[in-house]
Each structure stands twice: as structure tokens, then as C-alpha cells.
């Protein structure tokens, strides 16, 4: 894909927002572990709507170190619709605990079937190439990674 197609240009913008996110939080003080995902896909588990991003080693490795499995973490859902592809900016934040940014895409066709369950709880699991999980965070519902699908 060119760097002009719609969904490369769409996927630099995300990326830079990442960026200026980051720079303005350190600013003020807080530690930010910035992930951009390599692959993402959503899956339906027993128990909630599964966003699944991989991340590259050094990136992944990072965020395990900072994610406090005991936190309460919030997290604020960005997005752009480009071409089929959903492209998520998500601001995951606990006290006490390094603000973390992560960066992925996912096409429609798989989130879709989920927005008919707008209420069902969804989980956000960060994984390394090998499939080893670096972090969790749970949402009390789906429905702002699939709003107007």
C-alpha cells in the first residue's frame, strides 16, 4: 500500500497522534509507554467482546513492566473510519500508573457483529509475537470500539 493510499495516510495521522499525545502528557509530568500495534483482530470469548493487538517486542516488553495488574484503568476509545478499517487510538489510564497509548486498526466486517451488543463487556489484550500476553484492560462495555457500525 502507497504512503498515499486513503488508509496509509489515515494510519501516519493516528500515528502522529500517538505521538503529540504522548509528548503533551510527559510535559506535564507522567510517564506514557506508546504501543502502536503490528496486527489486531476481535474475537467473542465467554465472557466479553476480545480486541486483540500485537505488539513488537521491545514495545510489548515495555508495557508488561509499566501495567500494574491491580490498577482500576479507564480508558478513553479515539477512532477513525478509513476504508473498511477502523483505526483505534485508546488512552488507558489508572493512578498511580504510566499513561498508556495504543494505536491499532481493525476492519468493520469483524467488529460489526459485535454492535448489535452494544452493552456486552469487552477486554483489551496487548500480546506479544509469540502470543505471550504484555497487558489486559477491561471495559464495562463494547460499544465505544463499535458505535455506528
Not at 480486541?51 to 514495545?59: C, E, H, V, W
Not at 504510566?98 to 477486554?123: I, K, M, N, Y
Amino acid at each position: 500500500m502507497s504512503g498515499d493510499h486513503p488508509l496509509a495516510a489515515a494510519w501516519t495521522r493516528v500515528r502522529n497522534v500517538v505521538s503529540s499525545t504522548a509528548a503533551t502528557y510527559r510535559e506535564d509530568g507522567h510517564e506514557v509507554v506508546e504501543v502502536v500495534a503490528d496486527h489486531a483482530t476481535v474475537r467473542q470469548t465467554d465472557d466479553a467482546v476480545t480486541l486483540s493487538f500485537t505488539a513488537p517486542g521491545d514495545l510489548a516488553d515495555e508495557l508488561a513492566a509499566a501495567v500494574d495488574d491491580d490498577a482500576a484503568y479507564r480508558t478513553e476509545v479515539q477512532y477513525v473510519d478509513v476504508d473498511g478499517t477502523r483505526l483505534f487510538v485508546l488512552d488507558v489510564q489508572a493512578p498511580d500508573a504510566p499513561v498508556v497509548l495504543l494505536a491499532g486498526g481493525v476492519g468493520h466486517d469483524s467488529l460489526r457483529p459485535h454492535a448489535s451488543e452494544p452493552d456486552a463487556a469487552a477486554r483489551t489484550l496487548v500480546r506479544r509475537v509469540d502470543g505471550r500476553e504484555a497487558a489486559r484492560f477491561d471495559h464495562e462495555r463494547v460499544a465505544p470500539f463499535v458505535d455506528g457500525l
